[in-house]
């Protein structure tokens, strides 16, 4: 074992001491700061919002482009810091306009709430008015 192993901290990424001042601690380990990258795009992440996805880190812009999961009331792409509410395979953001019933446009965030199909219903009547138009 050589001194320098216990001295400098070695990159998860190249497996390699890590000489350099500076560098970047994520996911609980140590990482030259051109190792640490978006798995989609490589720009260097050091300093920069990202998101775990399958074990591999990727930038903020590579995630809303190709992992993000869809709002299914507006199909815009959810941000991995927002509020969301996921019910089987449909998210929500879990605002009052993308979270609402469909029969009365009644916000459900903190509510009581059924999903047929990704459709959002507060009560039995306005399953009914649903199912009827
Ligand atoms: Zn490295
Ligand atoms: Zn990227
Ligand atoms: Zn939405
Ligand atoms: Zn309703």
């Known amino acids: 074992r ?8 070695r990159c998860a990424g190249c497996d ?31 300093g920069e919002t990202y998101v775990m996805e399958n074990d ?6 590579c995630y809303m482009k190709n992992h ?9 792409p959810i941000e ?9 395979e449909h998210h929500w953001h879990a605002e009052p306009q993308c979270f609402q019933c469909l029969g009365c446009s009644k916000c459900l965030v903190g509510q009581r709430f059924m999903a047929l199909q990704g459709k959002l219903l507060c009560s039995v009547e306005c399953k009914k008015k649903v199912m009827a138009s």
């Open 56 to 61: 591999k880190p990727v930038c903020q812009p």
């Open 2 to 9: 050589h001194y320098g192993d216990s001295e400098k901290p």
């Open 68 to 76: 993000a999961v869809h709002c299914t009331s507006c199909k815009k």
């Open 16 to 46: 390699e001491l890590i000489f350099s001042n500076e560098y970047t601690q994520a996911e609980g380990q140590n990482w030259h700061l051109k190792h640490f990258c978006c798995f989609d795009c490589d720009c260097v992440l050091a």
């Open 80 to 88: 991995p810091e927002a509020q969301r509410v996921s019910y089987g």
